[in-house]
């Protein structure tokens, strides 16, 4: 099973200011990597799929990039609506695992 | 429109079973792989399972295995998964998903709670 860790656990940030998140993979999961958003009482919402790709809808302020073991999701600059849990995930085998996410809060 | 709306879920003593659904809309449901995903009360999310278009390949997390089925029925557009022998660690917010590239769309999601 290929575990994800995401760094850091959580990041406080003002809004206007940048957002680097990272996710590291144990083993290569090549770019089959996606980043998710998820607010409180919410479903999550994907971001970015396979390592770079913005899906439908998604900001241009929300990119991707990396590729094997090493992810990282950037926010150029927050919105009052970007303070939410994100999530990577890998689909290069099965099991299709998450990582345990990283909180962005409002400093 | 794109929509999926989970149902089964409730209250269930351990070692019971519980069959939820997921109903599609909006989408050619047969043209997809579809995912189950949950989240237990205040942790993240874990993928479950997930199946083949036609139904012929499955997978599903170690953790299941042996004791939740997924299944569809592309003539109903709906998505089951049958769920025996539980205990309180699948206790959760169980979440169909589309499978395309990354999971695309979600259902709002049913809770399970396992409990005496």
């Known amino acids: 099973e290929i575990v994800l860790t995401q760094s850091p656990a959580t990041l406080s940030l003002s809004p206007g200011e940048r957002a680097t998140l990272s996710c590291r993979a144990s083993?290569?999961?090549?770019?089959?990597l996606a980043w998710y958003q998820q607010k409180p009482g919410q479903a999550p919402r994907l971001l970015i799929y396979d390592a770079s790709n913005r899906a439908t809808g998604i900001p241009a302020r929300f990119s991707g990039s990396g590729s094997g073991t090493d992810f990282t999701l950037t926010i150029s600059s927050l919105e009052p609506e970007d303070f939410a849990v994100y999530y990577c995930q890998h689909r290069s085998n099965w099991p299709h695992t998450f990582g345990p996410g990283t909180k962005v809060d409002i400093k | 429109e794109v929509q999926l709306v989970e149902s089964g879920g409730g209250l269930v003593q351990p070692g019971g079973s519980l069959r939820l659904s997921c109903a599609a809309s909006?989408?050619?449901?047969?043209?997809?792989?579809m995912s189950w995903v949950r989240q237990a009360p205040g942790k993240g999310l874990a993928w479950v399972a997930n199946i083949k278009p036609d139904g012929s390949d499955k997978h599903y997390v170690d953790s299941v295995k042996g004791r939740f089925t997924i299944s569809r029925d592309n003539a109903k557009n709906s998505l089951f998964l049958q769920m025996n022998s539980l205990t309180a660690e699948d206790t959760a917010v169980y979440y169909c998903?589309?499978?395309?590239?990354?999971?695309?769309?979600w259902g709002q999601g049913t809770l399970v709670t396992v409990s005496s």
């Open positions: 909006g989408f050619t449901f047969s043209n997809y792989w």
């Open positions: 083993q290569s999961v090549r770019s089959y």
């Open positions: 998903a589309r499978d395309k590239d990354g999971r695309d769309y």
